[in-house]
């Protein structure tokens, strides 16, 4: 199986030699991922649940076609999941097998290669633009909260970050996924020099899981559930150590790969097949 992901964005293009390589839709023709990301301010991404559903067939047929696959699993935010009926429209109207809740798809994924115990569960499923907390007991659902546009990685990189790199860069970009690659190497060039930021990602991420951390136990604590153990999945599982979090629970982060964990989940469903994950920041995929 190859991993990949590519941001989510989109843009729509009329010139004649960007027309060779787009994708008709919806009466427009489109780059997208990587092939959009090349001039980033002309990009469009996706910000919402109903932008999502309204562009999964766009993303899926870009990638169906540039790989020359045939996806047999996607995934959902587990909210939408849950809702009735949308997961089977979706599967029937891009002609998948398998349509799987994020969170839960990780979880399964983690318990049957033996890296979790199949024990009550908080997880923790941190994205880009999204964080969904889900309980999990006796491999069901019993509770789930997603924040969107609040505390996601999104939210580390331009309420936290981008005001200490603005110290040192003043008209530093305000794209979040070239943000997003300065958090996670830890430095940027600029004009001839390649200028670091170790104390400020420091003090951005302590910052913000303090916050993150303060939802989501305000959450649950209001509901009384119990859980045994915590696992952190999604491209949050980069951010966050151990010594972060005080508890006195089994903690779980998966070291290897935590953003694919929804996708890996997906493809197991339908018996390790192509999958892909489209998510608010970076849409990931196995081929």
């Known amino acids: 199986m190859q991993f990949s992901k590519e941001p989510t964005v989109l843009r729509s293009v009329s010139s004649q030699n960007e027309m060779k390589k787009a994708i008709g839709w919806n009466d427009s023709h489109y780059l997208v991922g990587n092939d959009a990301h090349k001039r980033s ?25 540039k790989y020359e696959v045939k996806f047999d699993a996607i995934t959902l935010p587990y909210s939408v999941y849950d809702s009735d009926g949308i997961a089977d ?7 998948v097998e398998t349509v799987v809740g994020q969170g839960i798809s990780a979880y399964e994924y983690l318990v049957k ?32 909260e997603t924040y969107y546009n609040q505390v996601g990685v999104r939210d580390l990189i331009e309420k936290y970050f981008r005001p200490l790199v603005r110290n040192k860069i003043p008209d530093v970009s305000h794209n979040p996924i070239r943000l997003d690659e300065v958090l996670k190497n830890g430095y940027a060039d600029y004009n001839f020099e390649r200028i670091y930021f170790a104390d400020e990602k ?13 939802q989501i136990k ?21 951010f966050i150590s151990a010594d972060m979090i005080e508890t006195s629970k089994t903690l779980v982060i998966p070291g290897e790969y935590p953003e694919y964990l929804n996708v890996l989940g997906a493809s197991m469903h339908a018996g390790f097949k192509p999958a892909l994950d489209l998510g608010f920041g970076y849409t990931k995929y196995i081929t």
């Open 89 to 95: 429209r979706l599967a029937k109207k891009l002609n």
């Open 202 to 214: 420091k003090e951005a991420i302590e910052r913000y899981v303090r916050e993150v951390f303060r």
């Open 218 to 238: 305000s959450g649950i604590s209001n509901e009384l559930m119990d859980f045994d153990q915590v696992v952190i999945v999604g491209g949050l599982a980069y």
């Open 41 to 65: 301010r002309y990009c469009t991404g996706i910000y919402n649940v109903d932008d999502l559903l309204n562009c999964y067939e766009l993303f899926l047929r870009w990638y169906e076609r």
């Open 113 to 144: 290669t033996n890296h979790i115990e199949n024990k009550t569960t908080l997880l923790i499923d941190g994205g880009f633009n999204s964080i969904n907390v889900e309980i999990i007991k006796s491999g069901e659902v019993v509770y789930y």
